[in-house]
């Protein structure tokens, strides 16, 4: 089974500063992490840092490091009330990038030990941090068996993964010979390793799915639950009038047109909404997710899943205020990163949770919504709007050029400058912001990975088993 990590920029930090306290010596810390469940996989998501005090430790060497077991009990304690992974972290401050044969016999007497403990045969993990910041992991096994983790990512206002096997910079297409060229072969083969969600398929989402494949992304997971029809035709370039005529499915359709580019690009289509935990759970296994919804409850879903999961959320909205006689009152949109664990959508004010309730009842019921508004405890929820593709493709292109800039920083300015970006066309303007203040609600779920029920919501619940965390 392969195994993955995630953690924040802000708890990399955190054991940074603990790992490397400036003496030269060997330092520990532990986490406990949520889980994710998978077909085949496990993600391991770091929900606390653990630090053991540099005078609980009988020996510091710029080798070695061996500590008291007095915070342990209660760790453990908490692990298995919990059902979080434990995961040891120690620095090697000579840069040996390997866990040496110390480290081997460490891990095996420690890890037995919290098998003993714990009683289950779910992975747990050992890291190793470098002086650069670089992470080295590992898995063990009962039997004392090693293997490495799959990946390991850091979400921050750069994205890093470690780990990820590459493919021979020798064996890149000649489709993909540009792209290594301007960003580098090594965002080349990290592109074509990475899996990434789309939720919404079509003015903007169809554009995002075009410019991901011309990027050679590795595996996009499309949600959407509508079918095309005429009125599609002007901004899906992937749909026809038989497609309309067919009622196909918009993320069918996308998948046809990704199989024919061949490029290699592998799809998973999940012809439903947001609200199907299917679909939640397929999103939960990319490295990083696309928003392109109208909606304020599909919105707040996936800014959830991104708490819960370690997962960079890159959201897309597009608004086009017309009198549908050719008069324009404004053109504008705004793409917007959230980082797990900071600021959220809500916290930056595009919608309140009083919104964002409404807007989750009218998906979920519909009946109780038309109830609720007639009585006059919620304010309706604002419907469709219409939409351009030229104006679409301005949001679209913005966004993904904002996911390279963040595997391949390329701006002169830091990307923390760049958390929103709004432009409007009719009034000439462009902005870029940061938003540094965690949310409040949100911050509060990070890592917590799979829980019952699913993301803490009952519109979410199946008779499935699923960890608690």
């Known amino acids: 089974m392969n195994v993955t990590l995630s953690l924040t920029d802000k708890q990399h930090d955190q ?53 008291s077991t007095s915070q342990m009990p209660e760790l453990l304690s908490r692990a298995e009330r919990t059902g979080m992974a434990v995961m040891k972290i120690h620095s090697h401050p000579n840069g040996y990038p390997s866990f040496s044969r110390t480290d081997d016999k460490s891990d095996r007497e420690f890890f037995s030990y919290l098998g003993i403990w714990l009683g289950d045969n779910s992975p747990h993990a050992s890291l190793i941090m470098l002086p650069d910041g670089k992470l080295i992991g590992r898995t063990i096994n009962q039997e004392g068996q090693f293997r490495p983790l799959a990946s390991i990512k850091w979400v921050g206002d750069d994205l890093k993964f470690w780990g990820c096997s590459h493919l021979d910079s020798n064996t890149i297409p000649e489709y993909g010979i540009r792209i290594a060229q301007a960003f580098g072969d090594g965002t080349y083969q990290l592109l074509r390793r990475l899996k990434i969600g789309v939720v919404g398929c079509s003015g903007t989402g169809s554009l995002v799915i075009e410019l991901l494949s011309r990027n050679c992304v590795g595996t996009l997971v499309l949600i959407d639950p509508e079918r095309i029809e005429e009125k599609n035709l002007n901004r899906i370039p992937q749909a026809t009038m038989e497609d309309a005529k067919c009622r196909a499915f918009k993320v069918d359709v996308m998948a046809r047109a990704i199989g024919e580019m061949g490029f290699g690009t592998k799809v998973e289509t999940f012809a439903t909404d947001l609200y199907d935990p299917d679909a939640v759970r397929a999103v939960t296994a990319c490295d990083i997710v696309f928003g392109c919804m109208d909606s304020i409850d599909g919105r707040h879903l996936l800014n959830r899943i991104s708490s819960f999961y370690i997962l960079p959320y890159f959201d897309i909205g597009v608004r086009l205020i017309a009198d549908g006689a050719g008069g324009v009152e404004q053109v504008c949109g705004s793409v917007h990163y959230l980082k797990p664990g900071g600021s959220s959508l809500l916290s930056r004010g595009l919608y309140t949770l009083d919104q964002a309730h409404a807007a989750a009842l009218f998906s979920t019921d519909p009946v109780a919504y038309a109830e609720q508004v007639g009585d006059g405890y919620i304010e309706g929820v604002h419907e469709e709007k219409p939409a351009v593709m030229s104006v679409n493709m301005v949001y679209a292109a913005l966004a993904v050029n904002e996911l390279l800039a963040r595997l391949h920083p390329y701006r002169l300015d830091p990307n923390a400058e760049y958390d929103r970006h709004t432009i409007s066309l009719s009034h000439g303007i462009y902005e870029h912001a940061a938003h540094d203040v965690p949310c409040a609600l949100l911050s509060n779920h990070l890592g917590r990975g799979d829980v019952i029920p699913l993301l803490d919501m009952p519109a979410l619940s199946d008779k499935r088993k699923e960890s608690v965390a």
């Open 15 to 67: 054991l940074t500063a603990h790992l490397f306290p400036g003496d030269g010596k060997e330092a520990v810390a532990f986490a406990l992490c949520g889980r994710r469940h998978g077909k085949g996989e496990q993600g391991l998501l770091v929900r606390e840092i653990v630090t053991i005090p540099y005078h609980s430790c009988g020996v510091r060497t710029p080798e070695c490091v061996n500590w």
